[in-house]
């Protein structure tokens, strides 16, 4: 085993530690190898550990379908956090946002933030056998940057919208069989909570698009039975490398196996998991808090483990299409018409967050400043100014794409019937979110055809996945990195859905990811906010949580009752992580 200091954060240059505190601190106590229960705990949704039964079978309900198993596949939510029992991270996120190691022991800087050296657990290896190291995390980071596309087109199933996430990225290096250094073109203090969202799959199944998308073999808890864009089924992998921290003769996981299935509307997952036809359920609380509320209430029957309101929908201003939202009395006039009060107290059932910011009151972003509420005699106003300089069009009408559900189909009206009031017409076209998604984030193209998208790109409590969204573009005009010539007019826009092209809104990210103290990261992010409000680019409509129910006569542990490193809590809810492999059932 390495010794302890490669576990800390120091500088590699200058041997003292991060000035960034935020940072430094808490990645040190993060990647700590000394495995012992977690000591931060919710009553809520952190438990005491109990004593572990192992065996069993689960199936939970969810709310999305499966698309593949490719780190391009366009898969969303809760589908993400089944195939997360297959494939893991070198990083996850802890309740705070800071990283908490998990494939990687550790991660150091140089005082510039520019050059980060990651170091690997020892012993692990994929489902078939294949070691986990440095060469297969550093063939993983090249095929999410786009450094293993082949020009001109010969291999474009390895292009996806990682490419523009890790567009910062210039070169990676191998140290040792367990450490490799990333060097980044701009400073990023934040980039090891950055590789959270990144799972690891073995060189077999990275060899074509065929097994990238169709043979999952990852490090994780679980592996794969069998699937279909509507289940998932994955059975217990028995070399798994993970022990019970409080329990270290305890291996896990603790399941035989589970099996996910889509069941999309939330009415039927909810009668499903009361009547105990399925173990487990997910309900977004941007549509289901009808049900939320009455499970709630059976107390009896099921437990309820939430989330905080770390979701931040937001409606996207197209303004590269030829819609209306390349002109400002456009964009203003829609984000004065958002009944945000109401949108909660009828869709939401007030178990929201009524939005003061486009993000949401924990986020390391959120500001006031700029952000528009609900005014309908302004709206009329900007629609006036609207008409008045476009002397061709007779009313401000744009289009969004909304899924077939009924939940969401009950939000989209809402909205259009809000709109409507301050004489504009919001169109609603039916469409599935693989349908839609695949078209607003087109890797070959680099387009984005719809007026307006309401999503919930935004969230958390940190920047690092925001950034993308605020940023114009991915690859900076001056950046040195090799891909930069085939990717930035295609892949570097692909997270701005709004196709704005402020480029001072950039300059505030950047400073922010290369502040060297937690508040003026802070001040920047700030600042950015308001600069997004007040120019109309986008806007929020509802914040909201995620809860996970288990019926009770399946008799199952509370999600996160077993810690990763000492004294630091995961989310216990989210809809694309859940640490499955400590889940018991007695």
């Known amino acids: 085993?390495?010794?302890?200091?490669?576990?800390?954060?120091?500088?590699?240059?200058?041997?003292?530690?991060?000035?960034?505190?935020?940072?430094?601190?808490?990645i040190a106590l993060s990647l700590a190898v000394s495995a012992v229960a977690a000591t931060s705990t919710s009553a809520a949704t952190r438990p005491a550990a109990p004593s572990a039964k192992t065996g069993g079978e689960v199936t939970v309900a969810i709310n999305e379908t499966f698309a593949g198993f490719c780190y391009t596949a366009l898969v969303a939510g809760t589908a993400l956090n089944g195939m997360s029992t297959i494939f893991e991270s070198l990083f996850l996120k802890s309740k705070t946002g800071d990283p908490i190691g998990l494939l990687a022991s550790g991660a150091t800087s140089t005082p510039d933030f520019k050059t980060w050296t990651i170091t690997l657990r020892s012993g692990i290896s994929y489902t078939n056998g294949q070691a986990f190291n440095a060469d297969s995390a550093m063939e993983n980071l090249n095929y999410f940057r786009g450094a293993k596309y082949v020009p001109p087109a010969t291999n474009l199933w390895t292009l996806g919208v990682s490419v523009a996430g890790f567009a910062n990225v210039v070169s990676i290096t191998k140290i040792d069989d367990l450490s490799f250094t990333v060097s980044l073109f701009k400073s990023q203090n934040d980039f090891p909570i950055m590789l959270s969202g990144f799972g690891m799959r073995a060189t077999a199944q990275l060899a074509t698009g065929a097994t990238c998308s169709g043979t999952p073999i990852g490090t994780g808890p679980f592996t794969m039975s069998s699937w279909s864009s509507t289940e998932l089924i994955v059975v217990k992998?028995?070399?798994?490398?993970?022990?019970?921290?409080?329990?270290?003769?305890?291996?896990?996981?603790?399941?035989?196996?589970?099996?996910?299935?889509?069941?999309?509307?939330?009415?039927?997952?909810?009668?499903?998991?009361?009547?105990?036809a399925v173990d487990m359920a997910f309900f977004t609380g941007r549509t289901d808090n009808t049900y939320i509320a009455d499970l709630e209430q059976r107390k009896s029957v099921v437990n309820v483990y939430k989330s905080p309101n770390l979701f931040y929908p937001s409606l996207y201003l197209n303004q590269s299409n030829g819609g209306p939202f390349s002109d400002l009395n456009a964009r203003l006039a829609v984000v004065n018409c958002i009944d945000r009060a109401n949108f909660n107290k009828v869709r939401l059932k007030?178990?929201?967050?009524?939005?003061?910011?486009v993000l949401g009151s924990l986020n390391i972003g959120y500001s006031k400043k700029g952000f528009t509420p609900f005014n309908p005699t302004k709206s009329k106003q900007f629609v006036a100014s609207y008409l008045a300089a476009n002397p061709g069009k007779t009313s401000l009408t744009f289009t969004v794409p909304f899924e077939s559900a009924t939940q969401v189909q009950n939000n989209a009206k809402f909205l259009q019937e809000t709109f409507a009031k301050c004489g504009i017409t919001m169109n609603i076209l039916t469409e599935e979110q693989a349908v839609w998604a695949g078209k607003a984030y087109n890797v070959v193209t680099g387009k984005q055809p719809y007026d307006a998208l309401y999503t919930a790109g935004l969230t958390d409590v940190v920047a690092v996945g925001n950034f993308a969204i605020f940023a114009t573009i991915q690859f900076p005009a001056d950046s040195p990195n090799p891909?930069?010539?085939?990717?930035?007019?295609t892949l570097g826009p692909l997270y701005n859905l709004n196709r704005h092209t402020d480029t001072s809104i950039d300059d505030l990210l950047w400073q922010g990811r290369a502040a060297s103290t937690k508040a003026s990261s802070k001040a920047a992010y700030q600042a950015a906010t308001q600069k997004i409000q007040e120019q109309g680019v986008m806007t929020s409509i509802a914040n909201f949580g995620w809860s996970l129910v288990s019926n009770k006569k399946s008799k199952l542990s509370a999600p996160g009752s077993i810690a990763i490193v000492k004294g630091q809590a995961t989310q216990p809810v989210s809809p694309s992580w859940t640490d499955w492999a400590g889940l018991s059932k007695g």
């Open 1 to 26: 085993m390495r010794p302890n200091r490669e576990f800390l954060m120091k500088h590699t240059t200058m041997g003292h530690r991060h000035i960034f505190r935020s940072i430094a601190t808490t």
């Open 350 to 357: 007030a178990r929201g967050e009524t939005p003061t910011s």
């Open 483 to 489: 891909l930069k010539a085939f990717f930035r007019n």
């Open 237 to 276: 992998n028995p070399n798994y490398w993970r022990r019970d921290p409080a329990r270290p003769s305890l291996k896990l996981p603790l399941l035989d196996k589970i099996s996910f299935i889509v069941v999309a509307e939330s009415s039927q997952r909810a009668a499903a998991v009361r009547k105990k």
